[in-house]
């Protein structure tokens, strides 16, 4: 049985309110086992051994139960330490640390092409179907970076979690 964690993005922000409770009711109503929610933010750990179309199944599910255009990124349980020990970046209690999943990687490539960034300010390296990046507490919504991720075009394809959430995903 395989063990995932599935990244919701935009969970109790902009008017879209999900219970964790109703959350992980969903997931074990699909049938996966072991069914586990951290933090309210749309982070679902699970085991399954239905694989094929499993993003789809559960995005259609999260659109017909809770009414949005819901969309995850799956990321295998045991891969998930590994990206978090990767993280290139020296940790300091004055920076927030955050790795950007993307469901497709030419998604990730773009949101490096042509980026202008300021070391001083915020830090970013590409990994491996990531992009980590490290900046100042208080402006992980208006840095050059923030603003190039938070852009409508990669709605669909990434979401960002804090080292500190991944952690409890482990």
């Given at each position: 049985?395989?063990?995932w964690?599935?990244l919701?993005?935009?969970?109790?922000?902009?008017?879209?309110?999900?219970?964790?409770?109703?959350?992980?009711?969903?997931?074990?109503?699909l049938?996966?086992?072991?069914?586990?929610?951290?933090?309210?933010?749309?982070?679902?750990?699970?085991?399954?051994?239905?694989?094929?179309?499993?993003?789809?199944?559960?995005?259609?599910?999260?659109?017909?139960?809770?009414?949005?255009?819901?969309?995850?990124?799956?990321?295998?349980h045991?891969?998930?330490?590994?990206?978090?020990?990767a993280?290139?970046?020296?940790?300091?209690?004055?920076?927030?640390?955050?790795?950007?999943?993307?469901?497709?990687?030419?998604?990730?490539?773009?949101?490096?092409?042509?980026?202008?960034?300021?070391?001083?300010?915020?830090?970013?390296?590409?990994?491996?179907?990531?992009?980590y990046w490290?900046?100042?507490?208080?402006?992980?919504?208006?840095?050059?970076?923030?603003?190039?991720?938070?852009?409508?075009?990669?709605?669909?394809?990434?979401?960002?979690?804090?080292?500190?959430?991944?952690?409890?995903?482990?």
């Amino acid at each position: 049985m395989a063990r995932w964690v599935a990244l919701l993005r935009g969970v109790n922000v902009n008017g879209i309110t999900i219970k964790s409770a109703d959350l992980a009711a969903l997931f074990r109503g699909l049938g996966f086992q072991d069914v586990r929610t951290v933090l309210a933010s749309g982070n679902v750990v699970f085991s399954t051994d239905d694989t094929p179309s499993l993003k789809a199944a559960i995005e259609q599910a999260l659109r017909d139960r809770f009414g949005y255009d819901a969309w995850i990124v799956l990321v295998p349980h045991d891969g998930l330490a590994a990206l978090v020990d990767a993280f290139p970046f020296d940790r300091s209690d004055d920076r927030h640390d955050y790795v950007v999943f993307g469901s497709d990687d030419t998604a990730l490539d773009d949101l490096l092409t042509d980026l202008d960034l300021d070391d001083a300010v915020e830090r970013v390296a590409r990994g491996d179907g990531v992009v980590y990046w490290s900046c100042p507490k208080g402006s992980s919504t208006d840095t050059v970076f923030a603003k190039r991720a938070g852009a409508a075009r990669f709605k669909r394809t990434t979401t960002t979690r804090n080292t500190n959430t991944l952690r409890k995903l482990l």
